[in-house]
């Protein structure tokens, strides 16, 4: 909040007046209160006990430049060491060019000549303002990079629940509604074998033929919460990835992979698996391009993955759409595994979007070739009647 003068002009002010002359700190004081302002003055000249002092909360600081064995300077240095953000008026019997451009230059709020300390007042006001709108805005600043902080922690975290969430639905599918609905397609075929009405087994291959497809329908749900062929890596997963798109769109894609048996962390396989899904999903629906072309690659720790088609680009407004959120829920995705995301566009030239995550050195050591899902859910429990 800032306080205006009128303001200030009715509190107390609390100065520190560094000042070795009793005479010239009676005079100052005179003048402000002759200008109306309440204030509230404490004279010192010995540099350690000023130094102390500078930790009591002043609302300013009036300084004479020639002390005792020091100079007004000095104080101001100390201030700025600190880091307070404390109005510091400089007043000296007489000050020279140098010395008033290197008090500005430190932060000193403004510097006068005894002999015409009119302005006195009003540069205080003026500078104990000045701080308050400073430090309102540090405030502020340091507000905005926290709340920016805990939006990115929120969203970083609701990304890996969403995930989790799906995993534990896909699990619960594969293992009440999978297991029934094998259990029934055996006792079907059971009975498809053993019935000798054709009426009966009409009804049964109907009844086989429905069962197949609700098989089928919870793969497919499965597999959209939670990609099972990830569990033989990501290269077999964007292997699979790029042939279905291709088939499915008509888009031509090649996938070009540096090594094929990639040691990957925990987490990164899915972080680039969704990735590359969302990024072949915006190029079947906004790029009208006719390739595209993944790359993956691990070089020196890096991990980078990078989606290119040759469509229409990305135009500058497209990102802020309000309703919108593929590519800035990727950003949020690539950083729970300490990556970004970078795109470029040009008109003409198509989009990159290039997914980049250093990995430790000691996790890509460690690990296989696995992901971070069990094998619980493995595909094999279906239709293997
Ligand atoms: N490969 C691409 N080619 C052209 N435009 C794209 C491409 N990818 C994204 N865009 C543009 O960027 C916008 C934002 O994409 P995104 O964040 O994924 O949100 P959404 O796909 O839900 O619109 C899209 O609406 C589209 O206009
Ligand atoms: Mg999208």
């Known amino acids: 909040m800032t ?3 009128v303001e200030q002009a009715s509190r107390v002010l609390r100065v520190l007046h560094v000042e070795d002359s009793e005479l010239d700190h009676q005079l100052i004081l005179a003048q402000l209160s002759r200008a109306g302002l309440k204030v509230e003055m404490e004279r010192l000249d010995a540099l350690p006990a000023v130094l102390a002092a500078l930790d009591r909360p002043w609302d300013a600081i009036v300084s004479d430049f020639n002390l005792p064995g020091y ?21 000296s019997g007489e000050i020279g060019e140098d010395t008033a451009v290197a008090a500005m230059r430190n932060g000193a709020s403004d510097y006068l000549l005894k002999n015409n300390l009119n302005r006195l007042a009003p540069a205080l006001l003026h500078a104990i303002d000045a701080a308050e709108n400073e430090r309102a805005r540090v405030t502020a600043d340091h ?6 902080q805990r939006l990115h922690q929120l ?16 699990r619960e599918i594969h293992d009440d509604v999978g297991g029934s609905l094998t259990a029934l397609k055996f006792d079907l075929a059971w009975i498809d074998r053993h019935a000798q009405e054709p009426e009966v087994r009409q009804r ?4 086989l033929e429905t ?32 042939a279905r798109f291709e088939r499915r769109t008509g888009i031509e894609a090649g996938l070009r992979v540096g090594d094929e048996r990639l040691a990957l962390p925990p987490g990164v396989p899915l972080v680039a698996y969704r990735t590359a899904q969302e990024a072949l999903t915006n190029v079947s629906k906004h790029s009208q391009a006719t390739r595209v072309d993944i790359e993956l690659s691990l070089d020196s720790g890096v991990l980078t993955l990078e989606i290119h088609d040759n469509g229409r680009g990305i135009a500058a407004g497209d990102l802020a759409k309000e309703r919108s959120f593929g590519i800035r829920g990727l950003h949020e995705r690539a950083a729970t595994v300490g990556g970004w995301v970078d795109l470029s566009s040009s008109p003409g030239s198509g989009t990159s979007l290039i997914l980049t995550v250093p990995l430790a050195a000691d996790a890509i050591d460690a690990l296989d070739d696995s992901t971070d899902f069990g094998n619980d859910t493995g595909a094999s429990i279906w239709g293997r009647v």
């Open 3 to 5: 306080i205006s003068g």
């Open 204 to 207: 049964v291959a109907a009844a």
């Open 143 to 148: 507000e905005l990079v926290k709340s920016k």
């Open 155 to 170: 969203a970083g975290h609701l990304q890996t629940s969403v995930e989790l969430e799906r995993a534990a639905i896909a």
């Open 71 to 91: 100079s007004g300077l000095q104080v101001l240095e100390a201030l700025k060491e600190r880091r307070l953000l404390m109005p510091f008026i400089l007043v």
């Open 211 to 242: 069962v197949s497809s609700a098989i089928d329908a919870s793969q497919r749900i499965m597999h959209n919460l939670r990609p099972a062929i990830l569990e033989q890596g990501l290269v077999a997963a964007l292997q699979w990835m790029t």
